[in-house]
């Protein structure tokens, strides 16, 4: 039987849409499921800023009349901005079939050719402000938190279906296994020496809604040259703090400023992976349990953002920031910590972590395909 791929209403379909993900991953060992209720939530015109800010579409494709796959399309605004022809893609998900996936991704093109695009990007689920890209290396270990999850057959289906990498990007690991290198300990010891103007200090968790503005000050002008950047209005980036506060560990936090003037941030996160992921998307019927348990499961961390003023991006306050953090680490008895994600050419920043000793472990990948007229 044919596959068919049909538009869904938000958010009266997302949980047939949230569904068709169970299926897929059935039995893979490194799958962590999602929460359901803050997939749904994030699904939702009406408690996501982000569906004011875009036009998507999202669709499930069926086949023998069983759900199958996934996929969305959208046009981000904020991204059209500087890139008024590039729409994106995503929650690409699909079985292994080459004639599921291949429809899936036809559907999608289509959609953004028929809004004027001229090429498309992905995947992003919606934006780099959230989870996005495909694992292409680094399959034999679990995901950290709020990063992605696929299986190795992904890959070739992609490439079966015309989409061509745009842009890798790397997690590092590092073992928190001794003190920092001491090249990283001295070019910090050395900078808070020379320059007294500066002071850091641990994020305050509980002035949460003090510390989101001063962070906001910081961001959007910290990575507004990164590649593939959209910038987050006030609404989402209020959104996206709500949903990392129950995550935030105020040791793992910290801010920076230069004669009191916000300066930098780093943010690194326990991996909550490893208590989601045995709660199987729920919080019931003993998913509380692991939530409750959650300090004795949690043993290894993700640098999430780290990210200074351009104005400051002369100072290597880098060293200092990653200095306290990996001291919290070995103090907590973590394990080991994840840098994700690098832009492949940010070598900058590549540069830093390979010097305090971390590794490639996972690449992930940005796909993007000419949008040329139906023939």
């Known amino acids: 039987m044919a596959v068919e791929v049909r538009p869904i209403s938000l958010p009266r379909d997302a949980a047939a849409f949230i569904d068709v993900w169970w299926s897929i991953y059935k039995g893979d060992p490194h799958w962590v499921p999602p929460l359901r209720f803050e997939r749904k939530e994030f699904l939702d015109p009406a408690k996501n800023p982000y569906f004011g800010l875009a036009d998507l579409q999202c669709f499930i494709a069926y086949k023998d009349g069983k759900p199958v796959g996934t996929v969305s399309a959208q046009l981000d605004h904020g991204y059209q901005e500087l890139h008024p022809d590039v729409g994106f893609f995503g929650f690409l998900e699909f079985i292994d079939d080459r004639e599921v996936s291949k429809a899936l991704v036809h559907t999608a093109l289509q959609w953004l050719r028929d809004k004027g695009m001229a090429r498309a990007m992905g995947p992003?689920?919606?934006?780099?402000?959230?989870?996005?890209?495909?694992?292409?290396?680094?399959?034999?270990?679990?995901?950290?938190?709020?990063?992605?999850?696929?299986?190795?057959?992904?890959?070739?289906?992609?490439?079966?279906?015309?989409?061509?990498?745009?842009?890798?990007?790397?997690?590092?690991?590092?073992?928190?296994?001794?003190?920092?290198?001491?090249?990283?300990?001295?070019?910090?010891?050395?900078?808070?020496?020379?320059?007294?103007e500066v002071s850091i200090r641990p994020v305050d968790t509980t002035n949460f809604e003090k510390e989101v503005a001063i962070c906001k000050q910081i961001y959007n002008d910290a990575w507004a040259d990164n590649w593939g950047f959209v910038r987050l209005t006030d609404k989402e980036f209020d959104k996206v703090a709500a949903g990392l506060k129950?995550?935030?560990?105020?040791?793992?936090?910290?801010?920076?400023?230069?004669?009191?003037?916000?300066?930098?941030?780093?943010?690194?996160?326990?991996?909550?992976?490893?208590?989601?992921?045995?709660?199987?998307?729920?919080?019931?019927?003993?998913?509380?349990?692991?939530?409750?348990?959650?300090?004795?499961?949690?043993?290894?961390?993700?640098?999430?953002?780290?990210?200074?003023?351009?104005?400051?991006?002369?100072?290597?306050?880098?060293?200092?920031?990653?200095?306290?953090?990996?001291?919290?680490?070995?103090?907590?008895?973590?394990?080991?910590?994840?840098?994700?994600?690098?832009?492949?050419?940010?070598?900058?920043?590549?540069?830093?972590?390979?010097?305090?000793?971390?590794?490639?472990?996972?690449?992930?990948?940005?796909?993007?395909?000419?949008?040329?007229?139906?023939?």
Not at 136 to 144: E, K, N
Not at 274 to 298: A, C, E, Y
């Open 246 to 375: 129950p995550m935030l560990d105020g040791r793992y936090c910290y801010i920076a400023f230069v004669n009191g003037e916000p300066a930098a941030f780093s943010l690194t996160l326990p991996d909550f992976n490893q208590v989601v992921k045995p709660m199987n998307g729920s919080i019931f019927p003993i998913g509380w349990w692991h939530w409750l348990t959650r300090p004795s499961k949690i043993n290894q961390i993700r640098v999430f953002t780290l990210g200074v003023r351009q104005k400051y991006q002369n100072l290597p306050l880098g060293a200092p920031l990653y200095k306290r953090t990996w001291d919290a680490g070995r103090e907590a008895g973590i394990k080991g910590a994840e840098c994700s994600w690098v832009l492949e050419d940010n070598h900058k920043m590549r540069s830093a972590i390979e010097k305090m000793g971390g590794r490639i472990y996972k690449t992930y990948r940005i796909y993007g395909a000419p949008l040329k007229a139906a023939e």
């Open 124 to 196: 992003f689920n919606f934006n780099t402000n959230h989870e996005c890209s495909l694992l292409v290396d680094g399959f034999d270990s679990d995901p950290l938190v709020m990063m992605i999850w696929n299986p190795a057959y992904y890959v070739a289906h992609y490439e079966a279906a015309g989409l061509v990498k745009e842009k890798d990007l790397y997690a590092y690991w590092l073992e928190n296994d001794g003190p920092i290198p001491e090249r990283i300990a001295a070019i910090s010891d050395r900078f808070e020496q020379r320059h007294p």
